[in-house]
């Protein structure tokens, strides 16, 4: 019963995001780190988490905190902490990207920055998650999209346990053969948590709304949805809670094995059960033309098939440890930033348009959301970013790494246009100047979202 | 006060899984001139503080242990006198909400353009007049423009997934508040 009102910081979280997102695809174009370097080496750690937590989890953050309010329709608890949380997040990302530097010998800062970026990138998500959660809290009891979010929270909690227990070993604040220990068994652990837990399962709970929306779904809890829930859940508590536990308990590696087998099955199931459901969610559509920001989704819900079927590929035939790099890019740019770009383009202009426009509705003529954005000149850089993926995939399956940095600079061309588009979306540049800026509305900031006056 | 509370206890209601909105909103109907609620819920009902606070409703709220929550909404002198019809002459809604003037379905729009229609129709509205409008879902960022625009609204999920929203044109200053 509640309004919502614009998150003040989600474009500035979107805006940081992206800029991590390109630094991440240039140093990848410039053939730093994997497959270049080993997958573990400090070099590739500084990519890897460049992406997972510079762009994906400030993403995603970002969304979270306008889209939860939206979601339980209730307004966001403490919104005085979000700046503080992006702040810490922002700040633990450089040092602990300091801190991968000077693993790898590049840099002497004379501090432990690694443990220093653990910290605060744990202050930073344990806000986020406080706010979040408690906003949840109070709608109970959850629906289906609330119920993937809070799974995500949990995911991120047990992935920035896990992190910073390894940022203080490597460290030295803890002693090294426990260190050594933890890093070899529980890293795919804290990587789980990470992608398929906080990242994959926060990004389906926003599809559950978001598809429906846009292309004039029915919305509700399916028992297929519920099912799907449920397993993925078991599947998490069971990769991020058991097998660890298991392992530090000392069971021997079969009992590990057959808990992540376990849990693997559970997951692949959950994934089988979203695809269904998004084909059911499309048949059922109202709206036969659906926009780009649909279209292009398509792409990330491809990679993410694909991705699926390249696991059980992999797992059966054994060559899970020596191509995991390859698994884990085609979820991390296919599914993932796949889907967090088609989002943003559909995203950005939408609250922009009623930031600006909002205080107007109504009473005078306004552009329609679909002309802050030129969707014909657009389509190509989403084909151009999932052709790239794709063809990144595949090199480093085939152990090209020469056509993998091409492949980058493909994804990474389609980003900067993209970038563009969402500048240009900002400032309304697509609209018709004369329709632009009515009398009582104001162009929004780049960065920071209005707040309306009462 | 003279009179007595009415009880409702939305408890069983909630344990089932169930919506007790319009249970509790049939209650505020029926009751008598001056005559406030007593609500028992398993949580503190904060959307209602809002929806019988636009219906000149001051809720009172204390926890009674065990998660549950007491709220008294009593109705303040300030409704009673701005409503124009005596409640006993519209059993339906009892109090000053008349009629909406229209109903609008907007339930296959695509976003935003339900907001779109919905703030045009209130736009054309005189001040005290209602409209209504069928939303494909429960509109946030619509209360928080007809909030900042000193309207209120009263509304309840549809059976089939749907949203109805009853506006009620303000004059010009906060209203739901």
Same mark, same amino acid.
């Given at each position: 019963m509640m309004g919502a009102s614009l998150s003040r910081w989600t474009m500035s979280c979107f805006a940081a995001a992206l800029v991590a997102f390109v630094a991440a695809q240039a140093l990848m174009v410039a053939g730093y780190g994997y497959p270049a370097a080993p997958l573990r080496a400090p070099e590739t750690l500084l990519v890897v988490h460049l992406v997972a937590i510079g762009w994906l989890s400030l993403l995603m953050m970002g969304a979270l905190f306008q889209f939860v309010p939206?979601?339980?329709?209730?307004?966001?608890?403490?919104?005085?902490?979000?700046?503080?949380?992006?702040?810490?997040?922002?700040?633990?990302?450089?040092?602990? /990207? =300091?801190?991968?530097?000077?693993?790898?010998?590049?840099?002497?800062? +004379?501090?432990?920055?690694?443990?220093?970026? *653990?910290?605060?990138?744990?202050? +930073?998500? @344990?806000?986020?998650?406080?706010?979040?959660? $408690?906003?949840?809290?109070?709608?109970?009891?959850? +629906?289906? @999209? &609330?119920?993937?979010?809070?799974?995500?929270?949990? @995911?991120?909690?047990?992935?920035?346990?896990? +992190?910073?227990?390894?940022?203080?070993?490597? @460290? *030295?604040?803890? %002693? /090294?053969?426990?260190?050594?220990?933890?890093? #070899?068994?529980?890293?795919?652990? $804290?990587?789980?948590?990470?992608? =398929?837990?906080?990242?994959?399962?926060?990004?389906?709970g926003v599809t559950y709304r978001l598809l429906p929306m846009f292309m004039l779904s029915p919305e509700g809890d399916r028992a297929i949805s519920r099912a799907g829930w449920l397993l993925g859940s078991a599947a998490l508590a069971l990769v991020v809670v058991a097998a660890p536990a298991a392992a530090f308990a000392g069971a021997g590696e079969r009992t590990v094995a057959l808990i992540v087998l376990a849990a693997g099955l559970c997951g692949c199931a959950a994934v089988a059960l979203y695809g269904i459901d998004l084909a059911w969610l499309y048949r059922k559509r109202k709206r036969r033309a659906v926009e780009l920001n649909i279209r292009a989704s398509a792409g990330a819900f491809a990679a993410l098939l694909l991705a699926l079927l390249l696991l059980l590929a992999l797992a059966a035939t054994g060559g899970l440890a020596e191509h995991a790099g390859a698994l884990v890019y085609l979820v991390a740019f296919g599914w993932l930033s796949g889907l967090g770009l088609s989002q943003l383009y559909k995203i950005v202009p939408f609250l922009t348009w009623l930031e600006c426009y909002g205080p107007v509705m109504g009473r005078k003529p306004t552009p329609r959301v679909q002309d802050l954005v030129v969707e014909r000149r657009d389509t190509g850089w989403f084909v151009l970013y999932f052709l790239g993926v794709y063809a990144g995939t595949a090199a480093l399956l085939a152990g090209w790494p020469e056509l993998f940095r091409l492949a980058a600079a493909a994804t990474l061309a389609a980003t900067l246009a993209l970038v563009v588009e969402f500048v240009l979306a900002r400032r309304l540049a697509n609209v018709a100047a004369a329709s632009r800026l009515p009398e009582g509305t104001r162009l929004p900031r780049l960065f920071i979202a209005g707040q309306r006056q009462g | 006060m003279t009179q007595p509370h009415r009880d409702l206890d939305v408890r069983p209601i909630l344990k089932a899984g169930g919506e007790p909105f319009s249970v509790i909103m049939e209650a505020v109907a029926a009751l008598a001139p001056g005559q406030s609620l007593r609500l028992l819920a398993s949580f503190k009902p904060l959307p209602l503080f809002q929806v019988l606070g636009a219906r000149g409703f001051q809720p009172a709220a204390?926890?009674?242990?065990?998660?549950?929550?007491?709220?008294?909404?009593? !109705?303040?002198?300030?409704?009673?006198? =701005? =409503?124009?019809? !005596?409640? &006993?002459?519209?059993?339906?809604?009892?109090? %000053?909400?008349?009629?909406?003037?229209?109903?609008?379905?907007?339930?296959?729009?695509?976003?935003?353009?339900?907001?779109?229609?919905?703030?045009?129709?209130?736009?054309?509205?005189?001040?005290?007049?209602?409209?209504?409008?069928?939303?494909?879902?429960?509109?946030?960022?619509?209360?928080?423009?007809?909030?900042?625009?000193? $309207?209120?609204?009263?509304? &309840?999920?549809?059976?089939?997934? *749907?949203?109805?929203?009853?506006?009620? &044109?303000?004059?010009? #200053?906060?209203?739901?508040?």
């Open positions: 939206v979601l339980v329709a209730k307004p966001l608890r403490d919104p005085a902490l979000v700046l503080p949380a992006v702040l810490c997040v922002l700040c633990g990302l450089a040092f602990l /990207l =300091a801190g991968f530097l000077q693993m790898a010998g590049a840099i002497e800062p +004379g501090l432990p920055v690694l443990a220093w970026g *653990g910290g605060l990138l744990v202050c +930073g998500f @344990s806000l986020s998650i406080w706010l979040l959660a $408690h906003t949840l809290w109070q709608a109970r009891p959850l +629906g289906l @999209s &609330a119920r993937f979010v809070a799974t995500g929270l949990a @995911s991120l909690a047990a992935a920035m346990a896990l +992190g910073l227990a390894f940022a203080l070993a490597l @460290s *030295g604040i803890v %002693d /090294l053969p426990f260190a050594v220990a933890l890093d #070899q068994r529980a890293v795919p652990f $804290h990587a789980t948590a990470g992608i =398929a837990g906080w990242l994959t399962f926060t990004a389906i | 204390r926890e009674i242990g065990g998660g549950d929550w007491e709220v008294i909404f009593t !109705p303040i002198a300030a409704a009673a006198e =701005a =409503a124009p019809a !005596p409640a &006993a002459a519209k059993p339906a809604t009892g109090d %000053d909400w008349p009629e909406p003037v229209a109903e609008d379905d907007c339930r296959e729009l695509d976003p935003p353009e339900p907001m779109v229609r919905t703030l045009e129709a209130v736009e054309r509205l005189a001040p005290g007049q209602t409209v209504a409008a069928l939303l494909p879902r429960e509109p946030v960022f619509l209360f928080e423009e007809l909030e900042a625009r000193g $309207h209120r609204w009263r509304g &309840a999920p549809l059976e089939d997934g *749907g949203y109805r929203v009853v506006i009620r &044109a303000g004059g010009g #200053q906060g209203g739901a508040s």
